[in-house]
């Protein structure tokens, strides 16, 4: 069976790569990797960090696109390559708009989608804008939805969607995090000139925080390191230049320490040699409890609610709530992380296997993630 897996972004390909090695392992597919180019520089990175690489690229991006004209790009150089390969399923993950574009062209030739990390729900369609709205729309186009959690199952049954649609398998990137484990211990010359130095970690990069909200959290934050001494913050900015230079101007002290994109691999270890993290990035909130590490989301609402039900802290935009945040977590007072990962096991991309199969009448159905 021949199957085309579609990536845009660097979490896609990170999310997805564990799916790809498992379906390029087994005989009984021919495995196509498709890059929409969205993100082209940071996916190809993530996939090497795998050992993989794309068999396609479609090339969409141009300087300024609107969401819209990247959906239509999408959309159409899908159709091209969807003709060209003809596939019997489409695997798609998470609500970008690549995601959007791959799942209506797969769509409108009648190729079944499948996609990975299905029935995530804010329940707002601002928050986040548009992937609220693409994964509501990928989801009910697809044929087969791997939801990672009971409660996204939940949320899809109750849309409507048919129960036998529907497998639990956990999210695959705590698979892509066992994974990554592996390397060297993560570190920096700038940290060698301070011995012993506490360390917390930040990612922030969503459109929503775009503008006024994202200068407040970098505001609240260089409040936070003048306030904890002995903390330094590591902080990988995503190449957005609304994120970028915003970054750059706001938070220029000797302990916040500004790095390019890390590889996927030097990411992880970064965060397991942290005390805590900032973030509002869905996969961190993931990643964060299988080691250990509890999670400040700055978010006024998540499509995750298993982290908040375990200890994760939702703390929205204000400046004066990440104050308080990060000095009770870093006096030992704030939220602990969960002991038990609510999001996965690590073998997620072996039920996404067994589905399939399943689907296609060569097996009985994967045992639920619980």
């Known amino acids: 069976m021949r199957v085309l897996a579609v990536v845009g972004t660097r979490p896609e390909a990170i999310k997805m790569a564990p799916v790809v090695r498992l379906l390029k392992r087994d005989r009984r597919f021919r495995l196509i990797l498709c890059s929409t180019g969205q993100h082209r520089d940071l996916v190809g990175r993530a996939l090497r960090s795998f050992g993989l690489r794309a068999d396609w690229d479609l090339g969409v991006m141009r300087h300024g696109q609107s969401c819209g004209q990247v959906l239509r790009r999408v959309a159409q150089a899908m159709d091209g390559a969807l003709r060209r390969w003809r596939p019997g399923l489409v695997l798609v993950e998470g609500d970008t708009t690549s995601v959007l574009g791959a799942a209506v062209a797969a769509t409108r030739l009648g190729i079944p989608v499948g996609h990975v990390e299905a029935g995530l729900r804010s329940f707002d369609w601002s928050r986040p804008f548009p992937e609220e709205g693409n994964r509501l729309l990928v989801d009910h186009a697809s044929a087969l939805l791997f939801a990672p959690t009971s409660a996204a199952r939940r949320n899809l049954l109750a849309e409507g969607v048919p129960a036998h649609k529907v497998f639990v398998t956990g999210n695959t990137a705590v698979d892509a995090l066992s994974w990554a484990r592996l390397g060297p211990r993560w570190d920096h ?110 978010r006024e609402k998540t499509e995750r609610p298993e982290l908040l039900a375990r200890g994760g802290r939702l703390i929205g935009f204000s400046p004066r709530r990440l104050v308080k945040e990060v000095g009770l977590l870093a006096a030992g007072l704030g939220p602990k992380a969960p002991s038990k990962n609510p999001f996965g096991d690590g073998r997620a991309a072996e039920r996404i296997l067994a589905a399939i199969l399943h689907w296609r009448g060569l097996g009985p159905p994967p045992r639920s993630f619980a």
């Not at 060698?192 to 360390?199: Q, T």
């Not at 900015?237 to 609304?242: A, E, G, S, Y």
């Open 189 to 298: 010359p700038r940290l060698r000139g301070i011995p012993g130095a506490r360390l917390a970690a930040v990612t922030l990069h969503r459109r929503e925080s775009f503008g006024a909200p994202l200068q407040g959290l970098f505001e609240g934050l260089l409040r936070a390191v003048e306030r904890l001494p002995d903390l330094v913050w590591v902080y990988p900015v995503h190449p957005n230049p609304h994120v970028s230079r915003l970054a750059r101007r706001v938070l220029r002290h000797d302990r916040v320490l500004l790095l390019p994109p890390l590889p996927y691999p030097e990411f992880v270890r970064l965060l397991e040699r942290c005390e805590f993290i900032l973030t509002d990035s869905g996969g961190v909130q993931e990643e964060a409890p299988t080691l250990g590490k509890p999670v400040l989301v700055a």
